[in-house]
């Protein structure tokens, strides 16, 4: 009986884990994300480049403008992630916030910034 216990107990370990932490965390979303951006005529690229470290996300965000953001205060949980940056725009700081869902490998962020609703870009991890 209690060989049986135990072979019970390695086997359900899994699905235990899976069921009380999930299926991915945080760590599901190091590596490097790109999004195409069409506004007008024109298209822009973003590269964002994520990284875990325990429970907190850092990065990087490129917008098509050249900037190099950092990323500060990100939350990650329940398939949501959100994060600030700070940008330049006509020689002056502002703070663009970023929220949205989490899908497989699919980020889908909106921003805002000023109380103004932004664009809404979908990333996708990168093969590179």
Known sequence: MEGMLKVLA???????????????????????????????????NFV??????????NGTLHDP????LQIENAKVGD???????????????KTIHFFGDVSGDA???RNQSNGRQGQTITFHRSSE
């Open 48 to 57: 964002m480049n994520l990284q875990v470290d325990g429970n907190k996300l």
């Open 79 to 93: 398939n949501q992630l959100s994060f600030d940056t700070v940008a330049q725009e006509h020689g002056h700081s």
């Open 10 to 44: 390695i086997t359900l370990w899994p699905v235990l884990a899976v069921a009380l932490f999930g299926s991915g965390g945080a760590d599901d979303l190091s590596g490097i994300w790109t999004a195409t951006m069409q506004r007008g005529n024109q298209t822009g």
């Open 107 to 109: 980020i889908t962020l």
């Open 65 to 68: 403008s050249g900037q190099n």
